[in-house]
Structures are given as C-alpha cells and as structure tokens.
C-alpha cells in the first residue's frame, strides 16, 4: 500500500476536491482511473455494480486507512453505506457468475442479496431463480424473507412442541410440578435430550438413568415458558426467567440448553442471558 499524505482530502475547496499529490505516481493514476470508470458505471447495471464494488474495494487498499471515504465524498459525494453496498455485492457475486450482462435482477434486489443480514438459505434460493433466468426483484426478495421467518417461526414452534412433549406438561398452561413425575426411566441421557440436559443442570457430575426429579421437570417447565415469551417476544417474562435461573446458579447451564434450540429462539436468548 502507498503512503499517503496525512491531508488527502482538501476541505478549503468549495469542490471539496480530492489531493491527489499526496499519492505515487502509479497510485495516482490507478485511482484516477478508477474514478473515471465509476462515474461511467453509475446507471448500475449489475455489471456495472461489481465493478464500481471491485474498484473500490482496490482503491480502499491504495488510498490507505482513513482516507477512502474522503476520496468517495471528493469523487462521487457517494455516502457510506452506498459504498459498502457496491463492496458487498461484488464480494458475493463477482467470482460467482462468467457472464453479469444478461441476469435479471434489479440493483435494489442485488444490494439486499449481498448485505450480511440475509440468511444463506434465502440468498441461495434466490440465487437459483437467478441462475434459472427469473426476474428478481425487491418485491421477490421480500416474499423470500417473509417465507423464511414463517419456516423459522414453525421450526420454533416445533421445537417447544418436542419440549412439552418431554416434559409432559399441557401446553401453554401453568403446571405444578409434582404432578409431571415421568411414568418410567429416562432413556441414555445425551446432550440432546432435554432430560439429560436439564439433570446436566442440577448435578453435571451424576447423570445416569433415573426418574426425572421435581426440580428437573420444573427446570424444563422454566424452559418451555421462557421459550413461549421469546417466541412471541415478552420481553419481561424472559427477563425474569433469566433474572430467576441466574440467581439459583443454573443460569449458564441452562443457556447450553438453548444452543440446542433454533438459530432464532436462541439469538432472542442472548439478549437476556447477556444482559444480566
């Protein structure tokens, strides 16, 4: 990478031009360049956009730290997340496809396909409606997350169904405790068995087969109650789940429960179990 001249960016300048002198020789021209072909590029086809995104990603490197988003204002007065936006997709897409000049998918649909919040399941379906010559668009990129939560809210739901089963409590209800005793032994406890994790809780030195105990079917009562409010996001019932089980010292063996849950009801999780 070059040095650069601490004072790349000329603020005095009502233009708010960019200081080239401070740049080598080769650099000054390779961002000169660059800048050429941005401007070109800015009716963004999706050509267009991974390689305005390659170019900046090149010239972020040459420019050195500190300075590139002076050199983004000065050329183009393009904001930041519009940058980071033709990075993400030329990160994704560039080595993805030998041909950009014929796929049918709007610069909107593309930056929200790049963008790190879009969850691998969703960008590869819609990859392959890509692939299959679709027209994509904003509007398919919405069904597809709103398909993709409805997926993840059934799979928690499937997952607090499984629970209530292994405890055998009345869904949704209060329960007494007592009156959930299992009618027969436990089989093998494993990591992925709510009652051998939730005997893991009370004792992890004893789990062997046995008749789940009050404070264990209690525990896993807890569970399911908690998992209830953070599926359907009462914030102060998981709270006061997390306040409870943090002051009984079961707190961080029962948040190794959840990492057996799904990806969503466990990210909700953290939010309490950090935060106490």
Known sequence: MARVNPDLYDDSSA???FNYFGLNDVDTIAVREAATRIKLRMR????DIIGIGLDLIDIKERVGHGHFMKWIKAEFKMSERSAQNFMGV?????????????????AEA???????????????????RIDAGELVTKATYDQAMAAHRAAMRQADDDAIATMEREAEIEPMQEVDAPELRHPGPDPEPS????????REINDPAEVHDQE??????????????????????EHSTCEAFWKQQRAQGKADSIHRVFKNVTPRIMMLSELYYCDQ
């Open 44 to 47: 963004r086809t999706v050509e």
């Open 212 to 233: 789940p105990s009050t404070d264990e079917i209690d525990s896993i009562a807890s569970l399911v109650v908690a998992m209830k409010a953070l599926r359907d996001l």
């Open 110 to 128: 593309l930056y929200l396909l790049a963008a790190p919040k879009t969850p691998s399941e969703v960008r590869d379906e819609i990859d392959r």
């Open 15 to 17: 233009k708010c031009a």
């Open 191 to 198: 990591t992925d068995s709510i009652h051998g994790a939730v």
């Open 90 to 106: 030329a990160e994704v897409y560039a080595d993805k496809y030998a041909s950009l000049a014929d796929l049918k998918v709007t």
